[in-house]
T-cell receptor, first 114, second 113 residues
Framework: AQSVTQLGSHVSVSEGALVLLRCNYS??????LFWYVQYPNQGLQLLLK??????LVKGINGFEAEFKKSETSFHLTKPSAHMSDAAEYFC????????????FGAGTRLAVHP | DSGVTQTPKHLITATGQRVTLRCSPR?????VYWYQQSLDQGLQFLIQ???????AKGNILERFSAQQFPDLHSELNLSSLELGDSALYFC????????????FGSGTRLTVV
């Protein structure tokens, strides 16, 4: 079965610092992987996705993620944090019977301090 | 605006009652997914419909049911409500399968008192 594990339920960085949010996946087939962001009182918004093309994926708002098969990882990074990046971030893998749904990790809450 | 519309945004109801949550998918999307988000369980997949047919079922209680209508909107019915059903309920849609991700609505916050 497919699953994702997000390491660290809370991450705190200073404004301008590197953001690194960790996600490891488990999948018996080549995975399709996703990062979503959820701002307070809003739905989830797709940041970026990996669908077996380039291993370095660029998304919106300056985020990117690198697919590393050898490490079964899909970590999310941003070179310089902005106050507006404070939100909850979810990693997800396509899975389930028929691979027709997304399975989400527990989420990582990112705090950005001035 | 994501294009996925959920109503109502907030709902407060008493234990034992029944409520209906509504979702209109993004134009052109045939699949609708329902998720429950709570502090202790995270994002839990409930059920998926594709063009009116149930395609996948997750951790959905027997007290809960859903359907997708010919115009592709979907409804999630929650009955015999318990305090523990208080959560955010999200609807998402996609053109077909989940290969390229979903578009989420802004959710319905259900509070059972």
């Amino acid at each position: 079965a497919q699953s994702v594990t997000q390491l660290g339920s809370h991450v705190s960085v200073s404004e301008g610092a590197l953001v690194l949010l960790r996600c490891n996946y488990s999948s018996s087939v080549p995975p399709y992987l996703f990062w979503y962001v959820q701002y307070p009182n809003q739905g989830l918004q797709l940041l970026l996705k990996y669908t077996s093309a380039a291993t370095l994926v660029k998304g919106i708002n300056g985020f990117e993620a690198e697919f590393k098969k050898s490490e079964t990882s899909f970590h999310l990074t941003k070179p310089s944090a902005h106050m507006s990046d404070a939100a909850e971030y979810f990693c997800a893998v396509r899975g389930g019977g028929g691979y027709n749904k997304l399975i989400f990790g527990a989420g990582t809450r990112l705090a950005v301090h001035p | 605006d994501s294009g996925v519309t959920q109503t109502p945004k907030h709902l407060i109801t008493a234990t034992g009652q029944r409520v209906t949550l509504r979702c209109s998918p993004r134009s052109g999307d045939l699949s609708v997914y329902w998720y429950q988000q709570s502090l202790d369980q995270g994002l839990q997949f409930l059920i998926q419909y594709y063009n009116g047919e149930e395609r996948a079922k997750g951790n959905i209680l027997e007290r809960f049911s859903a359907q997708q209508f010919p115009d592709l909107h979907s409804e999630l019915n929650l009955s015999s409500l318990e305090l523990g059903d208080s959560a955010l309920y999200f609807c998402a849609s996609s053109q077909g399968q989940a290969d390229y991700g979903y578009t989420f609505g802004s959710g319905t916050r259900l509070t059972v008192v």
